[in-house]
């Protein structure tokens, strides 16, 4: 969306994990799955910026919960996430709209029941497809997970492109 730098926003969530290179380069992939899905899906800019935007922050909550509970499990990010996107995105003078939504996302990204929207299954998806890598999962666990989450053509193809023994 015009006048909205989502490279400005990467740098600030950069630094808000700065000298954790996983949480980095975990969200960075996220976003990019994110984008090469919801393309594939012919999103529109809004809904497109909107996910962008979710999934560059969806793990914000990741540092406050350590630091607030001693874990930083999907439970926690999902309850300490909203708060520090609503902070940084009210900073950069983020869309009201399109905030409001980021912050629902951020608060259930780990919540894969009652999925409401592309933006959402998307978020889902490319979540799981760097997970599923980064957790070194199984081929079982990876076809359960197909199963279960992959909705979308985009999604379901770069699956099958990266864990073929898993189909």
């Not at 499990?73 to 709209?97: I, Y």
């Not at 666990?141 to 197909?146: E, F, L």
Request: hydrophobic share 40%; proline share 4%.
């Amino acid at each position: 969306m015009n006048g909205y730098s989502l490279n400005d926003l990467t740098f600030t969530m950069m630094a808000h994990d700065k000298g954790h290179p996983k949480l980095i380069q975990h969200f960075l992939k996220v976003h990019a799955f994110a984008r090469l899905i919801g393309e594939g899906e012919k999103l529109d800019e809004k809904l497109l910026f909107t996910l962008e935007t979710a999934c560059i922050v969806h793990d914000i909550g990741i540092l406050p919960a350590k630091a607030k509970h001693g874990s930083g499990s999907g439970k926690f990010q999902e309850m300490e996430g909203p708060t520090e996107a609503k902070e940084m995105l009210e900073h950069l003078g983020w869309p009201a709209d399109v905030t409001e939504r980021v912050l629902y996302l951020v608060g259930h990204h780990h919540t894969y029941t009652d999925i409401d929207g592309a933006d959402y299954q998307i978020m889902v998806e490319a979540d799981f497809l760097v997970n599923l890598l980064e957790n070194q999962s199984e081929p079982e666990a990876q076809k359960t997970a197909y199963q279960k989450i992959f909705r979308t053509e985009a999604g379901k193809k770069i699956f099958a492109l990266q864990f073929p023994e898993a189909l």
